[in-house]
């Protein structure tokens, strides 16, 4: 058996920007929250702002600003977020000094003085930086916990450091000495300080929620700026508008940015310690309103409190959804773990895509949805994919704002990429070459047609997706697999380590395609479920077995 290691791995002008008023014209672009049409409805948002505790808020003012100030550029949106949030205004350490700004981009620390907040141009050292550093974690120690950052300007491009300095999974440290689980911020830019630049290079600290407002008239912050900002986060949602730099007021976009946070509120509330009462019994649930069918079946662990949820996408070379990897669900929730097999539309239904990876991403967001009700942690929300089931859980992985289906209402507030990975000899790439193997027929019952050209084939050949800020992976095969090579699992896991994701992979000797869950097979194969199960131990995902 084969082990790959485990890796754990612009000067006075902004100032007069800084007051300007908010400008109209606002829209909702691809990857924006928006509010759900229907919450109101259900007592969705009733129960939001009925939360025990409200979200606490850090709000960061920009260059030439102030505490004060950013609370007049709030405006309306303040009133918006009131019955969620509690917003806790502070003024950069400079202030109390005469000064202004959280930092002054300077040659180096002996420059006079500066007026120059640090967007684009050459590489500048950020005079300030540390005092700014200082004071914040200070604040965070006295007044905190916060929930989230929200930053303007400046202040969006502090909070985008401050990403880099949170603590994942633990407890905080000198280095990462911030606790914080989504960040808000307009009219942002990256960092043009190369020491502070290191801290986009910490891909499990970007990969939180976060919301991106920009103008598509901003002269002072541009566009492009903050989305390269936004290019550092896992997967940044935006709301664009048509003014200029501002926080934008009016109706759209402050209902984007209250949706966002609504659903920060919800996956708070739903992490609660609080031991849900979930149902006992497995159950179906539709996929989709008004449909009997596709669905997924549900099953849950026998011991109470909130759990890790492995959804499940069986094999089939996409001309079924029930090939191997039967007993999965029940395994999980065996070992402590809502377990839910989803049916997804392919061949067998007269379907190809888009349409089976909407119905895994919808899968994702239901379990999301409900997991106060399922006894979910919603941050713990992971795949389980068997051979062609095992190319869409890592399309869905690497790239799940691939599609948005426009029936699905949980689309705009809810997430489907999952927190973490594990494939079974899953067929990878749809790129010429791997042959033999079964990926030239999974390749056409997924596009539903024959001769697809090869640039459409690299888009969905997930080894060539992979990025920073994708979820940790367990995957295995076996070396002799005669349908799909391992060259698939091997392509993924060097991908995978090429970015700096956190890869286990495991080539097992020998055993034929389709072996599913082995779990009476006596051979080096059937370890391979043990084998998961410590993997999601040693990452905090699941309890370890008493």
């Not at 950013?70 to 000094?97: C, H, K, N, T, Y």
């Not at 097999?341 to 379990?367: F, L, M």
């Not at 949805?369 to 919603?378: F, S």
């Not at 051979?523 to 391979?528: C, R």
Request: net charge neutral.
């Amino acid at each position: 058996m084969e082990t790959l290691s485990d890796h754990q791995v612009t000067r006075r002008q902004v100032g007069l920007g800084l007051l300007a008023l908010a400008a109209a014209g606002c829209v909702t672009r691809q990857g924006a929250p928006r509010s759900d049409p229907d919450a109101s409805a259900d007592g969705q948002t009733a129960s939001v702002a009925k939360a025990a505790r409200k979200l606490r808020i850090l709000c960061l003012h920009g260059y030439h600003g102030s505490a004060r100030a950013l609370r007049g550029q709030m405006g309306s949106l303040l009133e918006e977020l009131e019955p969620l949030a509690e917003l806790v205004f502070l003024d950069a350490p400079s202030i109390a000094a005469g000064d202004f700004g959280w930092w002054h981009a300077a040659e180096d620390e002996r420059a006079g003085p500066v007026d120059d907040p640090g967007v684009r141009g050459p590489r500048r050292h950020y005079k300030g930086w540390e005092r700014t550093r200082d004071a914040l974690i200070a604040r965070f120690a006295a007044d905190g916990p916060f929930d989230g950052v929200f930053g303007f300007s400046q202040g969006a491009a502090l909070t985008g450091l401050l990403v880099g300095l949170r603590a994942v999974g633990g407890s905080p440290t000198p280095e990462r000495p911030l606790r914080f689980d989504f960040a808000i911020m307009v009219g942002g830019f990256p960092s043009n300080d190369p020491e502070l630049a290191r801290l986009y290079a910490r891909p499990d600290a970007y990969a939180l929620p976060s919301l991106h407002v920009l103008g598509r008239a901003d002269g002072i912050v541009q566009p492009a700026d903050s989305r390269a900002l936004a290019s550092r986060f896992a997967n940044p949602a935006f709301v664009e508008h048509g003014g200029g730099h501002v926080i934008p007021n009016d109706a759209a976009a402050r209902a984007s940015i209250r949706a966002f946070i609504e659903e920060r509120a919800r996956a708070r509330n739903a992490a609660s310690p609080v031991a849900p009462v979930r149902p006992r019994a497995p159950i179906d649930v539709s996929l989709w309103p008004g449909r009997v069918s596709p669905s997924m079946r549900v099953v849950f662990p026998s011991r109470d409190g909130r759990a890790p949820a492995l959804v499940v996408f069986r094999g089939g070379a996409y001309g079924t959804s029930h090939g191997s990897g039967a007993g999965a669900a029940e395994w999980a929730a065996q070992n402590g773990m809502v377990g839910v097999e989803v049916g997804y539309r392919c061949r067998e239904t007269g379907d190809s895509h888009p349409k089976s990876y909407a119905d895994a991403a919808r899968a994702v967001r239901i379990v999301r949805d409900r997991a106060t009700e399922w006894g979910v942690d919603p941050a713990r929300v992971g795949v389980l994919g068997f051979s062609a089931g095992g190319h869409l859980a890592s399309l869905l992985s690497t790239q799940p704002a691939l599609h948005r289906d426009p029936e699905d209402d949980l689309r705009a507030r809810i997430q489907a990429r999952p927190d973490f990975v594990i494939l079974a000899y899953p067929l990878i790439s749809f790129v010429e070459g791997y042959s033999p193997g079964a990926f030239v027929g999974s390749t056409e019952s997924f596009f539903g047609r024959r001769d697809v050209d090869e640039p459409l084939r690299r888009q969905f050949s997930n080894e060539l997706q992979v990025a920073p800020g994708h979820p940790p992976v367990f995957l295995w095969t076996t070396a002799d697999d005669a349908l799909v090579p391992a060259a698939h699992s091997k392509r993924f896991a060097e991908a995978c380590e090429r970015a700096g994701v956190p890869v286990t992979f495991h080539l097992f000797p020998s055993g034929p395609h389709g072996m599913g869950m082995a779990l009476e097979d006596p051979g080096p194969v059937g370890t391979w479920p043990r084998l998961a199960l410590e993997w999601l131990a040693a990452r905090g995902i699941l309890e370890r077995a008493r």
